[in-house]
């Protein structure tokens, strides 16, 4: 992080994810210290509409039971 609080996301992530600069992010501190870093469309409405009726939070509640299942099985930082 840069002493302006500043964080570079790698190049193959914003190709993957199609960042653009001056891509806007909200960004939100989990109680267990993951810092989520989501990029907020140009056309928010038509992004808030979740394919199948899936709820957002149905959706980083089982992401987040997928992690602790790693996290579990190989450590908290990926380790065997």
Partial sequence: MSVKGQIV??????????LKP??????????DGTILIIP???DVVSAMELPDGERLEKA?????????????????FGKR
């Fill in 22 to 31: 001056g891509q806007r992010f909200e960004v939100e501190a989990m109680s």
């Fill in 60 to 76: 980083l509640r089982e992401e987040r039971e997928r992690d602790l299942k790693r996290e579990r099985r190989f450590g908290k």
């Fill in 9 to 18: 996301i790698p190049n193959d992530i914003r190709g993957k994810l199609g």
């Fill in 40 to 42: 907020i469309p140009e």
